[in-house]
């Protein structure tokens, strides 16, 4: 039978996190990497999520990658679509949640869609179109510090409206809390009104649950991973979803274990700190990057001497102050393309000396290493921790991976990670 829900995500670790929430719902779901081609087969799956990195690249770029694989998806059959972002808006005015959410409607033929970044189960909520993180508001959380999208407005009414041509409405709480059929019917007075992107408002599971039931005939939908909780359900109502009790099976990998972490977010330096306590780590030195040194050779000569003392670290991550400097000597988007193209070399590196077991932090850390490993698809298994689910690539080497957005994860992440994978 052919995919039902169709997803493009604007990063890797996005893409796995919708997909860990798809497959907890029982949907049967495969992460393909990059943009699918005419050669492309289509998996056995309920849903595919196509994994871009385009989060933080050109406007036009973001649109052209997003648009050529809705194609890809409209041929595989998939009868819904769902653009997904982070939870924390990632984005500039410049683009990319705008300009892509634009072109996906103008390719769907749909004047109305809605944008849910909420994530309760991560602390992302919105209220009155104002996102938290936590108990602060999101430019007042770490997320104003972010290297490459530093967020610093949480009216996300405003913030879209910065970024698209087409209205930004508001769907309130009121009309969210009052459930599924109250929220279908605004969003019919939003199309018969000129149409437009709307914000909705979702603090609780039960919101997203009531959004899901209320987006059911809409062709797009685009937000966080939680928006996608209640899909499931719409699809097995249809009579479209079988249930599926194995949708998160793994084969199991043998092979030496690593931790790689590119992300600078506070949960991640927290991690890092934890699992400093019990295994070696090494700190990838920007600046001697940027002077040309070995530092990719160096590092992989000091993973391959500490192989018998169990999983490495290997990092890139610094606090904001230090990250600031390094940006205003290298430049931002410089020091970032930079570290990403030295993990890559690493995760390379390491892979060819036998590790088969790989934790990577960070969203455009992950894109980079997956990449660079030749990674066409990924099969998704069961949840390590919200949003962040075990993977196995497909085709080629097996390599057991988990992505971790920065933000995502318990202090024990890289360890927990390490035992659960399969
Ligand atoms: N020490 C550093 N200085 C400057 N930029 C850094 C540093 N370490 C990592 N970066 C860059 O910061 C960005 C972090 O983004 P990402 O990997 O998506 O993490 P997150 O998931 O936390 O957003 C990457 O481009 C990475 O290369
Ligand atoms: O929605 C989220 O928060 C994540 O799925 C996500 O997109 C992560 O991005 P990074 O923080 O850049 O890893």
Known sequence: MAPILGCIADDF???TDLANML?????????LIGVPGAATEIPEADAIVVAL???????AEAVAQSRESLRWLKGAGCRQFFFKYCSTFDSTDDGNIGPVTDALMEDLGTGVTVACPAFPENGRTIFNGHLFVGTQLLSDSPMRNHPLTPMTDSNLVSVLQRQTKKQVKLLQFTTVDAGGEAISAALKVIE??????AIVDAILDNHLESIGYGVRDLPLITGGSGVAIGLPENYRRQGLLADSSAADRLPSIEGKAAVLAGSCSVATLGQIERFREEHPALAVDALRLARGEDVVGEALDWAYGKSAEGPVLIYA???????REIQSELGRAEAGALIEDAMAGIARGLVDAGVRRLVVAGGETSGAVVSALGVKGLQIGAQIDPGVPATVSLGGEQIALALKSGNFGGQDFFAKALAEMP
């Open 53 to 59: 990195k385009s989060r933080t690249n050109p406007a």
């Open 317 to 323: 991550s610094q606090p904001a102050e230090k990250v």
């Open 23 to 31: 497959v907890r719902g029982g949907m049967r779901t495969v992460q």
């Open 13 to 15: 670790t996005g893409a």
């Open 192 to 197: 018969s009104d000129g149409g437009g992107i």
